[in-house]
């Protein structure tokens, strides 16, 4: 069974920085792609940062030029390199894997103090 576990959340000061570590159990294969969501109380979840296995990213548009993410295939993990980060980018923040079907991880918290 598919599993994907998340590491690196915390509690950070407004301009601060965090780095975001998503590792797969579970499959031999290689995902298409992973990347990361987020989720804010009684927001939406919504796409942060994706990258294929052929390393193409996409944003979005409120983390561009602050958040880096980037993959590891022979291990599927991938990573989010956050910086600069603002009270608005506080959320649980989840990683995200597909191949054939999506799967999700359980979400690690972050919080960000102005």
């Known amino acids: 069974q598919v599993r994907l576990v998340e590491s690196g959340g915390g509690l950070v000061q407004a301009g601060g920085s965090l780095r975001l570590s998503c590792a797969a159990s579970?499959?031999?294969?290689?995902?298409?792609?992973m990347g990361w969501y987020r989720q804010a109380p009684g927001k939406q979840r919504e796409l942060v940062a994706t990258i294929t296995s052929g390393g193409s990213t996409n944003y979005a548009d409120s983390v561009k030029g602050r958040f880096t993410v980037s993959r590891a295939n022979a291990e599927n993990t991938v990573y989010l390199q956050m910086n600069g980060l603002k009270p608005e980018d506080a959320a649980r923040y989840y990683c995200?894997?597909?191949?054939?079907?999506?799967?999700w991880g359980q979400g690690t918290q972050v919080t960000v103090s102005s």
């Open positions: 995200w894997a597909v191949r054939v079907t999506s799967y």
């Open positions: 579970g499959t031999i294969f290689s995902f298409n792609a």
